[in-house]
T-cell receptor, first 114, second 113 residues
Framework: DAKTTQPNSMESNEEEPVHLPCNHS???????IHWYRQLPSQGPEYVIH???SNVNNRMASLAIAEDRKSSTLILHRATLRDAAVYYC???????????????FGQGTILTVHP | EAGVAQSPRYKIIEKRQSVAFWCNPI?????LYWYQQILGQGPKLLIQ????????DSQLPKDRFSAERLKGVDSTLKIQPAKLEDSAVYLC???????????FGPGTRLLVL
């Protein structure tokens, strides 16, 4: 499985933007970049995903490097409710035993200060 | 739309006892997953069902863990006998297909003493 590298933890202040980085230098052409987050005592929830172009939704934005070897999840205005573990995951869309699977790493623990 | 339901939410057992967890996926979702999440780690896939058939159980410790999804809807995961290292949160997730977004339940927190 293609691997991702994320910082163990990051901190932010409430109402400020947060940029969560992810490195995935071994990404293949058939891997989508997915982000999930896990709030305390809850199951993971989907945040956003993309292939090549930057993506926006109501929760966040995803900026993907031109060579696709890294990406950044952007929370435009962090709130206390955004404190969670954020997972960057490569999801294969074709072929092999990894097809469709989500392989979670340890993620980034985001702390938001009031 | 109702989410993924799991029960019980918490369970404490002695080692060598048996335990079972139940999951009811989102209505109409054909794909169902069981994950194990040990404290401080990300979730690890144990087994994936497509309708009532097993797609992947390569990381399921089959000597003690079993899972079924007999009617292609709800599912049970069983541990028999439990070991101390089975203490973890067991998460169930479902998706409409194996490539669509996975929706997770709240999990069952298991403590083996």
């Amino acid at each position: 499985d293609a691997k991702t590298t994320q910082p163990n933890s990051m901190e932010s202040n409430e109402e400020e933007p947060v940029h969560l980085p992810c490195n995935h230098s071994t990404i293949s052409g058939t891997d989508y970049i997915h982000w999930y987050r896990q709030l305390p005592s809850q199951g993971p929830e989907y945040v956003i995903h993309g292939l090549t172009s930057n993506v926006n939704n109501r929760m966040a934005s995803l900026a993907i490097a031109e060579d696709r070897k890294s990406s950044t999840l952007i929370l435009h205005r962090a709130t206390l409710r955004d404190a969670a573990v954020y997972y960057c995951i490569l999801r294969a869309i074709a072929g092999g035993t990894s097809y469709g699977k989500l392989t979670f790493g340890q993620g980034t623990i985001l702390t938001v200060h009031p | 739309e109702a989410g993924v339901a799991q029960s019980p939410r918490y369970k404490i057992i002695e080692k060598r006892q048996s335990v079972a967890f139940w999951c009811n996926p989102i209505s109409g979702h054909a794909t169902l997953y069981w994950y194990q999440q040990i404290l401080g780690q990300g979730p690890k896939l144990l087994i994936q069902f497509q309708n009532n058939g097993v797609v992947d159980d390569s990381q399921l410790p089959k000597d003690r863990f079993s899972a079924e999804r007999l009617k292609g809807v709800d599912s049970t995961l069983k541990i028999q006998p439990a070991k101390l290292e089975d203490s973890a949160v067991y998460l169930c997730a479902s998706s409409s297909t194996s490539m669509e977004t996975q929706y997770f339940g709240p999990g069952t927190r298991l403590l083996v003493l």
